[in-house]
């Protein structure tokens, strides 16, 4: 399973940006897709995610101003992000788990987001 994430890059503060990630492999029938993040110094942290039964979880951070999507016949997990501030700068990773027998856990390469003061 690969996961490809494009839509990252520079916004000014308030600015909006929309990630997608498409999964290259069926996504089975239980599975949660989501997006992490990592800024120079700091843990990877959650930033959003969702289940195959549209369950949404938002880290406290992002609540209000990123939505989490996903479209299944597409295999894409999108993440839209409005009102972005300077310490949303990271790069964000997709991520995928997959029920295959057991829990298998994928990640993409990761997009750079710059968000400018």
């Known amino acids: 399973v690969q996961l490809q994430a494009y839509g990252g890059g520079l916004v000014e503060a308030g600015g909006s940006l929309r990630l997608s990630c498409a999964v290259s492999?069926?996504?089975?029938?239980?599975?949660?897709l989501g997006w992490f993040r990592q800024a120079p110094g700091n843990q990877r942290e959650l930033v959003a995610t969702?289940?195959?039964?549209?369950?949404?979880n938002y880290a406290d951070a992002t609540k209000g101003r990123f939505t989490i999507s996903r479209d299944d016949s597409r295999r894409t997990v999108s993440l839209q992000m409005n009102d972005l501030k300077p310490e949303d700068t990271a790069v964000y990773y997709c991520n995928a788990n997959i029920f295959d027998q057991r829990w298998q856990t994928y990640w993409g390469q990761g997009t750079q987001v710059t968000v400018s003061s």
């Open positions: 492999s069926a996504l089975g029938r239980h599975n949660v």
């Open positions: 969702i289940s195959d039964r549209n369950i949404r």
